[in-house]
């Protein structure tokens, strides 16, 4: 069935196809950056001119699917259905899966060094571990080598990834950081092994141990090593990786230096190569937070002289119904200008549902808003 669409003069088309088929459509538009009523016309039209490279396609328990395209193409694509004889469901089933065989995933172009992706903002439950470990999939499921570091010792992404946290005995991230153990840290390592980022995706996991780290470094008698212990523990970790992602907490202490200085711009980087995505939601206490991370920035800047670039806003779980002080602080962030809104995420089941289930969203829900703009986010930063 169709209806009018007159602000880019399309009509609406609803058919009935299976889950899979969407959800493949859904993320691979989105890899491209392509409209899905667009992929669908070019399906359209490529398998109106070339019935040879049609293919059937199991539609069996299909379920709603709607988009728009140019009007008369819907008229013609069921004269040609009808010549065939195809159903309707059938053929525009055909068009899209000719589409995605012709319109491969994008192979991701790797740096040259290491990118290194600090994720941070001193407000807690502003969802840093859930844009952490997002982005880490999806640059994964690009086709990236990805570390992702669980350096809150809350450990939420550990627990998230369906992992538990290193145990206070046991070696870990903060040890290293400290000299307190022997080996290499890449012993800590966890493969997360779903289909979409198997071999490429692995977590450095929490240690409760952590929670004495800012004790620790404080009272190093090197001064040096309160910011480049960090960096010293996985450096290691950087020949093995296209991008380290950094989950940090919710502090503004020594550990926080620690990752700041990791993220600062390096001697022959590209400005904008590594550094922080700052999370805040529509409201007023994450620009506070965000302030107090301001000055912890620029005094690490001037004190050490060096750079750490602000890669951008992530605005997450973004509900307009919740009025006037999400909207009103939604353009806030947006009319920012420097850094700039990456995305805004918005607050949906799929997460809750996948941090309950110990499954990545990605994996689980790969054809949500949300997983829809952790590839966004992806994508804002490797362009």
């Known amino acids: 069935m169709t209806a009018p669409y007159d602000p880019s003069n399309r009509e609406k088309v609803v058919a009935k196809l299976p889950l899979i088929l969407r959800q493949e459509l859904k993320i691979r538009a989105a890899q491209l950056s392509v409209d899905i009523q667009d992929a669908v016309t070019a399906g359209i039209h490529a398998w109106r001119s070339n019935p040879d490279a049609a293919t059937p396609v199991e539609t069996t328990g299909g379920s709603s699917f709607a988009t728009y395209l140019p009007t008369g193409l819907y008229d013609e694509f069921k004269k040609d259905c009808r010549a065939r004889p195809v159903a309707y ?43 952490s470990n997002g982005l880490a999939q999806a640059l994964a499921e690009a086709g990236a080598r990805v570390c992702v570091i669980d350096f809150d010792p809350q ?9 538990v946290p290193l145990g206070i005995k046991e070696p870990s991230l903060a040890k290293h950081m400290l000299g307190e153990v022997d080996g290499n840290v890449r012993d800590l390592l966890i493969p997360i092994e779903y289909g979409p980022f198997a071999g490429r995706l692995f977590l450095l996991p929490a240690c409760k141990d952590a929670f004495l780290l800012d004790a620790k470094l404080a009272t190093t008698r090197n001064v040096r090593v309160k910011e480049t212990a960090l960096e010293k523990a996985v450096e290691e970790l950087e020949k093995d990786f296209d991008y380290i992602v950094i989950d940090c907490p919710p502090s503004l202490g020594y550990t926080m230096d620690t990752a700041l ?64 002080i999400a909207t009103s602080s939604l353009s806030q962030w947006q009319e920012f200008g420097d850094p700039s809104v990456l995305v805004v995420i918005p607050d949906l089941k799929e997460q809750r549902e996948a941090v309950r289930l110990k499954r990545p969203l990605l994996e689980y829900a790969p054809d949500c808003e949300q997983a829809i703009a952790m590839r966004d986010l992806k994508k804002a930063l490797t362009k």
């Open 89 to 131: 469901n059938q053929g525009l089933a055909q068009s899209i899966r000719l589409w995605l065989d012709t319109h491969t995933m994008p192979t991701l172009v790797r740096p040259d060094h290491v990118r290194r992706l600090v994720v941070c903002n001193q407000k807690g439950g502003v969802g840093k571990s859930a844009v």
């Open 155 to 163: 450990g939420h992404l550990t627990k998230h990834l369906g992992h």
């Open 261 to 324: 200085y990791y993220a600062r711009t390096r001697d022959g980087e590209e400005p904008k190569a590594s550094g922080l995505i700052v999370i805040v939601q529509a409201e007023d206490t994450s620009a506070d937070a965000y302030d107090l991370l301001l000055e912890q920035i620029e005094d690490m800047e001037d004190d050490l002289e060096v750079a750490v670039t602000q890669l951008g806003f992530v605005v997450n779980l973004y509900d307009a119904r919740k009025g006037f």
